[in-house]
């Protein structure tokens, strides 16, 4: 029977616990990698959801009509521009 203090039983031990070591500091590395590149992906955009570039242009269609008018809903876009024309048929 081998006494607890053999050199080869303690090496052993110690290689297996500095494996273990190893083995969780990939893992926290490999997590950190995959959760790091999840948020670095652009957000994907739900049907039906307001898009960027038509919101920031829907203020822009009315504005060279309503410039000149003072009307300040026809300047922000929310209603067409009355210029003071009836409407011919």
């Known amino acids: 029977m081998k ?5 080869y039983q303690r090496m052993q031990r110690v290689k ?6 190893a083995a969780v ?3 926290i590395g ?6 790091g590149s999840a948020s670095r992906e652009r957000p994907v955009a739900a049907a039906g959801a307001a ?9 822009m269609t009315n504005s060279a009509d309503a410039a ?3 009307e300040p809903l026809a300047e922000m876009g929310v209603a067409p521009s009355g210029n003071g024309q009836a ?3």
């Open 25 to 27: 500091v990939l893992l």
């Open 51 to 59: 898009q960027p570039d038509v919101v920031a242009n829907m203020g």
């Open 3 to 7: 006494s607890s203090n053999d050199p």
């Open 16 to 21: 297996v616990g500095l494996i273990g070591l």
């Open 30 to 35: 490999l997590a950190s990698a995959i959760i």
């Open 87 to 89: 409407p011919t048929r």
């Open 68 to 70: 000149d008018s003072g």
